[in-house]
Every structure is written in C-alpha cells, then in structure tokens.
C-alpha cells in the first residue's frame, strides 16, 4: 500500500472487516481522493541522497519556493512538521493569555492552548444556525490578550469565513492575534486565500499534506508576521521538517495545476455524493465548502458510533464527531472521494441503517483483469487459463479485452471481425467468439497507422494522432460492449494491452486502468520471467503508477518459469515489501502448448520452427511478411508428426522445402515491394519451376500471387497498381467495403470439406484461372495452375479442417518419394490444450486469493 498515506488507518479498517487492505475505504481522512500527484514516487527517491549530503536544517529553498507561490518574502514563511506543529508552537510564541476558539472546531486548537498555559473561550456555533459564526458575537468576545483560532473552511463544519467580516474583526482589534487554519481550502469550492490581503494581525496556516495526499510526510507552513515568523523558530526544535518532506513541499508547492485539477474534481464528486445522502430519510447532510461533509442522524436513538461499527463490517470507515465539543453521537463526517468509492459508502450508510442500498449498476457479473508489464507477457494465455479454470468449477465466464492491436483476425457469427486471441479465450470458455468481446481492434497497415475496426465493423483507417483524438468515441463504445457482455454472464475475465506503465499513453488510455476501473476489476500484474528482469519490471511499473492505479493492483504472476521456483522467495519477498503485493503464483514455462500464439511476436521470434521431426517428413516454409497477418492459419502443420514447419526471412533460408506459402498480409502493395526487394520472387520461381515445390497464396498471398492488385482508394498504399507476381490468371482491386464471412466451402480436386472465414478488401477476378475451391453458396473462394502445383485462397483457416490438411500433406509426401499416410493421424483440437493449461495454472496460482478477489 501506499505508505505515504494513513497507513494505520487502512490497516485497521481491514483488521476489522476482514477485507485484504486494498478493498477498504477510509472515509473519515479528509485528504485529497485522487491521491498522491505522478510525480511523488521520484521526488522521493531523488531526496534520499540528498537527505544524506545536502541537509538544510532552516528548510531555506522550501520557504522560498513558499514565498513564490504566495507572493509573500521567505522570511514571512514558517514550516513546520505539518500544521498541527505550528499551532503547538504559536500558542506558545504569540504570548497571550487567553485563545477564543467557536466550537464544534479542530481539537488541538484547544490541545495546544492548554498545554501552553492559556485560558480558553470557546463561544458555541448555534445548531439552529447550521453552525456558521455569529460574527457580532466574536467582536463583543475579543479583547487585545485573545489568540483567535478559526478554519477556513472550518472542521468538521465544512463552512468558510466570510471575508470582509475577518478583515474587518483584525482591523477592530489589531492587538489580538488572528490564526486562520486554511488546510482543507486548496479542495474548497469558492474559497479564497487570506495570505494576498492578510493584515499584520494574522498568521495563515497551510497544509500541503491534505492537498497532495502525503500527510505521512508531514509538512505543513505558516504565513505571518516575520517578527513572529522568528518567535516561533527560536522555540522549534532543530531539524523540524525532515529533508524528504522539504523536497516534496518544493515540488507541491510548483505544481498547481494538480491542486485545480483536484479541486474541480472534488468540487463535482461531492455535487453526486451530497444529492445522494439528501435523498436517505432521517440524514441531515450540512452543506459546507470542504472537501468533506457532516452528517447528523434525527431519528431518535439513531447512534453514530453504532453505524460506523456496521460500515466497518463493508470495510467502510467514517468519522463519529461526538469527540467534538458542541456536537454529540448522532453527528459523523464523511470525506469526498471517486464516484465509485462514493456509491460504496452510501450503500454501506444505508445498509448500517436498516435501508436498501442502491441496486448496482452492473448487477451480475465478478470481473478480473490481467495486466502485464510488457506485451507478449502472456496476459491472453492467462486469461484463457483462467476462464478454462472458471469453467470448470461451475461459473458462467466469458473474456473481454477492449483494445486488441493484432493483424491476428477472425470472424464471429454475424460477420463482424475481432481479434484471434479472444478467440481462442472464448473457446477456452466453451462461448461461441463475439465481437463485444473485443470491441476495438487495431489492424497496423503502417508504421505509424492501423485500419480501426470497432464491434467488428472497420470504421476508417487512421494514425496515431488521429486515434488519440477518436478515443472518447472509442471507449463509449467499449463501455456499451462490456455493459452488454457482463449483463449475460457471472464472471469476465479481462486483459489488458501493452503495459500500463507507459507514462505516455495512460493520458488516454482505454485497454488498462481506465477500463479496469470502470468495471471495478482488481488487477493481477503478469511478467515474463523468462526475458528476465520481472522482478524490476513489477517494481518498476508500480512507481510509475498513480495512487489509484497501484490501489487496483492487488498482485503479480511470474509466468513462464525454468526451473526450480524455490529459488526465487527472496525476490518474492522483496517485491512484497516494496510494493505491499504478493506475487501470488509462478507458471512454468510450457511447452508445445498447442494454442495459437497471441500475437506475432512470437511468430516473429521463431518460436514456430523449433520442432524437427526424427522420422520421414515434408517441410513446409512460410515466408514472414513484414505485415504478415492471420499467421495462426498454419498452426495445425506443428501438430503434424510429420511436417517441419519453417519461418523463412530470406531467401537463402529457403533451401529446397515441399511447399512455400505466402501468408495473408495488411498491406499487400507493401509486401510484394519487399519479395522483390528481398529476391524472394526470383527464388519462388525457381523453386517452383527446377524442384516442384507446392507454391501456395492464402488471402493477401493469394492476391500477390496474380496480374496486379490494384489500391485505388489508398486503402493499403499510396500506389494505385502494382504488379503481382504473374503465377495465376487473377487480378485484384481493393474495394472500401470490406468481405467478414464465415465459410463452408469444399476443395474440389480432394473433396474434402473446409471450414473458415474471409477478411479482405480484394475483389478478385479469377474467371481466367482454374477454380480450386468452391463456397456452398456456389461462389469461388481460390484458384489454381493446370498442375495444381500452384492455388491460392481467400479462405483463413483453410488448414484446420483434418481431411484437407492431411490430404495436402500426403501429396507432399508422394512427390517427395514417400507413402502417402492416407489417413488422419493428428486432430487439430484445442480441448486437450485447454485442459492441459488449467491444470498447470490451477496449480501455480494461489486460487484462493483469486477467489477472494472475485468474491466468489
């Protein structure tokens, strides 16, 4: 947790409703809800080498940063280790003899006037009144002896001081000394600072701890007369505010823009939360300017002390006021914070008064979110594990990923595209794929550009600043997927993209900590250890996490793990202790899984072609675009005991194999540029013509492999024509309208049955070729030469369907001079696969803890 805020509290509120420390809500702690500013955590560490060589004992550079701010000399600055220190000191310093302070206020304005000596008058703020000050009052109280304390805004009340009656208070008893407590007015509505007009009378105390969320730190200053100012440092002890906490207040003190931003977002929360309480019968909310509101309860033998005990059972705390001199047990304060914290404590309220609490705005499912600390971090694996283990344990779950970035397609019933690897998550869920469960999908054709698909439909292709600027629309978009998605089941299991710790993207990001706050998912944080640095990469990406962000993460996964992971409980430890989380399993590493790979890095990686068989095989290439997409096509060949299945990059890596396939591609125009450039088609035509080598074209291969594809809307390419590579008597244009259809088709010379989808731009013309395969709607879906040594397809998928697949091998194998098999001998099933994952993952993680979190 963070350990810059009220730790002690947090960790009570758990010990006492039994929630982990992550799930409560301090309500009674008037700091600022959206936490700590980003840029704490490196303030913080860059003060610890300077708190060992570059002390300063009289906070000289904190003081004139204050001045700056304030526009006030360093020597009118006073700091002190948080205002509550300052006060102690001023009572002792200003030397008088009596403190007025109306009441119900802060207790230690009354602590610190005892302890030094001083009598008291404590004038009593009228209920009948809603407890705002009877000036006339005061100004008949004050003589010239009187320390006169007042917050503004005032606590627990909430109310601020009336300007101009202050002003007019310090100018009619310029011998009395005036502290006005300004600590909650940076979250205020409509507060205005007494330091630009404060007369020589009066001492303004402010505290940063509250503003900046950092009251661990302790650190506050005074705005007063210089004369005084040097009065109270005499009587300070030396060292007073610690070197990390002076680094910190500079840095506060600089920023303001997080304190209006704050305060603006206060100031709406608190709008919601107030006309919420209002609406509970026998609560009086008292309106105020704070950043927090008090409460009283009017029906009779209603006891505060007693609701707060029931809203600690929710892990929900609040502050009882019957401590406060002039207010009783019927009276507690709560504290502003996020919309959805808010809702929790008007629940808890109305469920401590024997009320109904709201009916939640998603009523069904438990959500789960795993993030990761980098791509290819195996997010998508363990979410399809995850679901698998749901599953079998009885639970109706479904997987949801808001932004999917992939050229790894397919298409749902109903025709709309989404990304391969929530396929294969609802698979692993035993669903039928739909796109809600991946509502936007990313399609890369550039560089710095994708085609932007959204609940399946592409809606326009657009660069990076052009996608920043879509994104509103994007996530209301998503919102309504999710809505809709979560609505049918019990649990979603998310994944996020990328990493959330990249600093420059979390300004508008939609697939992380956005997203799993809006479907209030915990997050689980995954890493690879097998690139190394995991470890670093968890601690790493937390200190660049805002507070909110960090209080979503509730644990990590080090996934893929060589070895013994006994080994590894000193790193474990270390990470508990510096990011108060628990790595709460290690997955090994797990070989031939069986499951297409989420995304072409892998590919990419040659991870495909580590397998060769021991007995006689074929040997397949396939040639890696560099927009290579839909590349699981061909991941039935590895579970072939007699297919090696090669990743080629160039053409000397080509050597001599049965069939080379040209895969699908995102820009077409694009890829037959680097075949050229490459020499991979003079290589083909080679291979092709001296060693009867099966050429094959799937999709965007398929259309490289004709006359010419021609781009005239620019959908792939700033180059209207280009030649193909003149194998096949076809010709391609690329239409706006984009083909998303699922398809049975049948191979004509084999006669096995294909099943498979169509994504593509391409209206291709193959009335001049031989057909090759035919769609049951009539329709050709590939073409082929005389020979039949040479055909090409639309059709992704086209080798997952067992007879088709085995009949193209065993015609390999004859013209390699090996028997054909003549018979299925591998079942491209991914069931085993799915089992053989959960039972790993049920194993390596503490599922408990993940039940917990589910609240299942």
Same mark, same amino acid.
């Given at each position: 947790m963070n350990q810059f805020k009220h730790g002690g509290n947090i960790r009570r509120i758990a010990a006492a409703s039994g929630l982990p420390e992550a799930e409560v809500l301090d309500f009674s702690a008037?700091?600022?809800?959206?936490?700590?500013?980003?840029?704490?955590?490196?303030?913080?560490?860059?003060?610890?080498?300077?708190?060992?060589?570059?002390?300063?004992?009289?906070?000289?550079?904190?003081?004139?940063?204050?001045?700056?701010?304030f526009g006030v000399s360093a020597g009118e600055v006073l700091a002190g280790s948080g205002s509550t220190e300052l006060i102690f000191l001023l009572t002792r310093a200003a030397g008088k003899k009596r403190a007025v302070i109306p009441v119900p206020s802060y207790s230690d304005y009354a602590a610190s006037?005892?302890?030094?000596?001083?009598r008291t008058e404590r004038p009593l703020l009228r209920q009948e009144a809603d407890f705002r000050l009877d000036y006339e009052d005061l100004d008949r109280r004050l003589s010239a002896e009187d320390l006169v304390f007042l917050g503004h805004p005032n606590n627990p009340t909430g109310l601020p001081l009336d300007r101009d009656a202050i002003l007019d208070l310090t100018a009619r008893h310029p011998r009395a000394l005036f502290v006005i407590d300004e600590a909650f007015a940076d979250l205020a509505d409509n507060v205005q600072s007494f330091v630009d007009t404060r007369p020589p009378n009066m001492v303004v105390l402010l505290s940063l701890t509250k503003t900046y969320a950092i009251p661990g730190l302790r650190l506050g200053c005074a705005v007063a007369d210089p004369t005084l100012v040097r009065s109270v440092e005499a009587m300070q002890p030396s060292w007073s505010v610690n070197t990390i906490a002076q680094a910190v207040g500079c840095a506060a003190l600089r920023d303001r823009a997080y304190a209006e931003q704050s305060r603006r977002f206060v100031s709406e929360q608190k709008v919601g939360?107030?006309?919420?309480?209002?609406?509970?019968?026998?609560?009086?909310?008292?309106?105020?300017?704070?950043?927090?509101?008090?409460?009283?309860?009017?029906?009779?033998?209603?006891?505060?002390?007693?609701?707060?005990?029931?809203?600690?059972?929710?892990?929900?705390?609040? &502050?009882?006021?019957?401590?406060?001199? *002039?207010?009783?047990?019927?009276?507690?304060?709560?504290?502003?914070?996020? /919309?959805?914290?808010?809702?929790?404590?008007?629940?808890?309220?109305?469920?401590?008064?024997?009320?109904?609490?709201?009916? $939640?705005k998603r009523s069904g499912p438990r959500c789960i979110m795993f993030q990761g600390t980098s791509s290819?971090?195996?997010?998508?694996?363990?979410?399809?594990?995850?679901?698998?283990?749901?599953?079998?344990?009885?639970?109706?779950?479904?997987?949801?990923? !808001?932004?999917?970035?992939?050229?790894? $397609?397919?298409?749902?019933?109903?025709?709309?595209?989404?990304?391969?690897?929530?396929?294969? #998550?609802? #698979? /692993?869920?035993?669903?039928?794929?739909?796109?809600?469960?991946?509502?936007?999908?990313?399609?890369?054709? !550039?560089?710095?550009?994708?085609?932007v698909i959204v609940l399946g439909k592409p809606v326009g292709n657009m660069d990076v600043q052009e996608?920043?600027?879509?994104?509103?629309?994007?996530?209301?978009?998503?919102?309504?997927?999710?809505? !809709?998605?979560?609505?049918?089941?019990?649990?979603?299991?998310?994944?996020?993209?990328?990493?959330?710790?990249?600093?420059?993207?979390?300004?508008?990001?939609?697939?992380?900590? &956005?997203?799993?706050?809006?479907?209030?998912?915990?997050?689980?944080?995954?890493?690879?250890?097998?690139?190394?640095?995991?470890?670093?990469?968890?601690?790493? %990406?937390?200190?660049?996490?805002?507070?909110?962000?960090?209080?979503?993460? +509730?644990?990590?996964?080090?996934?893929?793990?060589?070895?013994?992971?006994?080994?590894?409980?000193?790193?474990?430890?270390?990470?508990?202790?510096?990011?108060?989380?628990?790595?709460?399993?290690?997955?090994?590493?797990?070989?031939?899984?069986?499951?297409?790979?989420?995304?072409?890095?892998?590919?990419?990686?040659?991870?495909?072609?580590? &397998?060769?068989?021991?007995? #006689?095989?074929?040997?397949?290439?396939?040639?890696?675009?560099?927009?290579?997409?839909?590349? %699981?096509?061909?991941?039935?060949?590895?579970?072939?005991p007699d297919v090696r299945l090669r990743i080629v990059r160039t053409p000397q890596d080509l050597n001599r194999p049965d069939a080379v396939i040209l895969p699908g591609s995102k820009n077409v125009p694009g890829d037959l540029t680097f075949l050229r450039e490459k020499g991979f088609d003079r290589k083909i035509l080679d291979l092709s013509d001296r060693y009867e080598c099966e050429l094959v074209g799937v999709c965007g291969g398929f259309q490289m492999l004709g006359a010419s594809i021609a781009d005239p809307h620019g959908l792939e390419s700033d180059r209207k024509t280009v030649p193909g590579l003149g194998l096949l008597e076809i010709e391609t244009v690329l239409a706006p309208e984009k083909t998303l259809t699922r398809v049975t088709a049948t191979h004509l010379e084999s006669g096995e049955?294909?099943?498979?989808?169509?994504?593509?731009?391409?209206?291709?013309?193959?009335?001049?070729?031989?057909?090759?395969?035919?769609?049951?709607?009539?329709?050709?879906?590939?073409?082929?030469?005389?020979? *039949? +040594?040479?055909?090409?397809?639309?059709?992704? *998928?086209?080798?997952?369907a067992d007879g088709f697949r085995r009949w193209f091998i065993d015609r390999l194998r004859v013209r390699r001079g090996l028997p054909a098999v003549g018979k299925v001998v591998a079942r491209y099933d991914l069931e085993p696969s799915f089992e053989r994952l959960a039972e790993v993952v049920r194993h390596s993680l503490d599922m408990s803890f993940i039940y917990k979190l589910l609240r299942l």
């Open positions: 008037n700091i600022n809800p959206l936490g700590p500013p980003e840029w704490l955590r490196l303030v913080v560490s860059s003060a610890l080498e300077m708190a060992v060589h570059y002390p300063d004992p009289e906070c000289m550079e904190f003081k004139v940063a204050a001045g700056q701010r006037a005892d302890l030094a000596g001083l939360l107030q006309a919420l309480l209002e609406n509970i019968r026998d609560l009086k909310v008292y309106p105020g300017a704070a950043n927090f509101l008090l409460l009283r309860f009017e029906r009779p033998g209603t006891s505060g002390t007693g609701v707060a005990e029931r809203m600690m059972r929710d892990g929900v705390a609040i &502050r009882c006021c019957g401590n406060f001199e *002039g207010l009783d047990d019927r009276y507690v304060r709560v504290a502003v914070r996020t /919309a959805e914290e808010n809702l929790r404590l008007v629940d808890s309220l109305k469920r401590a008064l024997g009320k109904r609490p709201r009916t $939640s290819n971090a195996g997010k998508s694996v363990l979410t399809a594990a995850l679901c698998r283990i749901l599953l079998q344990d009885g639970h109706r779950v479904a997987p949801f990923k !808001s932004q999917n970035m992939s050229l790894n $397609s397919f298409v749902a019933r109903g025709g709309g595209e989404m990304g391969r690897a929530q396929v294969v #998550q609802a #698979q /692993a869920s035993r669903l039928e794929p739909d796109v809600r469960m991946n509502p936007i999908l990313l399609k890369p054709n !550039s560089d710095t550009g994708s085609q996608y920043v600027d879509y994104k509103p629309t994007a996530f209301a978009a998503v919102s309504e997927a999710f809505d !809709s998605l979560a609505s049918e089941f019990e649990v979603i299991v998310m994944e996020g993209a990328g990493s959330p710790g990249e600093v420059n993207l979390k300004d508008h990001d939609i697939a992380n900590m &956005r997203m799993a706050r809006y479907a209030e998912a915990p997050v689980l944080l995954a890493g690879d250890i097998d690139r190394g640095g995991v470890f670093a990469s968890f601690v790493g %990406t937390m200190e660049v996490l805002a507070e909110w962000e960090r209080n979503l993460i +509730r644990g990590f996964v080090a996934n893929r793990f060589r070895g013994d992971p006994r080994i590894l409980t000193s790193a474990l430890e270390y990470t508990r202790r510096h990011t108060g989380r628990p790595v709460i399993g290690v997955v090994p590493f797990i070989s031939d899984l069986g499951l297409p790979e989420e995304d072409s890095v892998t590919f990419k990686n040659g991870f495909f072609d580590d &397998r060769i068989p021991t007995d #006689q095989h074929v040997e397949i290439a396939v040639i890696d675009l560099p927009h290579i997409s839909n590349f %699981t096509d061909f991941d039935a060949f590895r579970r072939e049955s294909i099943a498979g989808y169509e994504i593509h731009h391409g209206q291709t013309e193959t009335a001049a070729a031989q057909p090759c395969i035919r769609r049951e709607d009539g329709a050709l879906a590939g073409a082929r030469s005389s020979d *039949g +040594r040479l055909w090409g397809t639309y059709l992704h *998928g086209v080798f997952d």
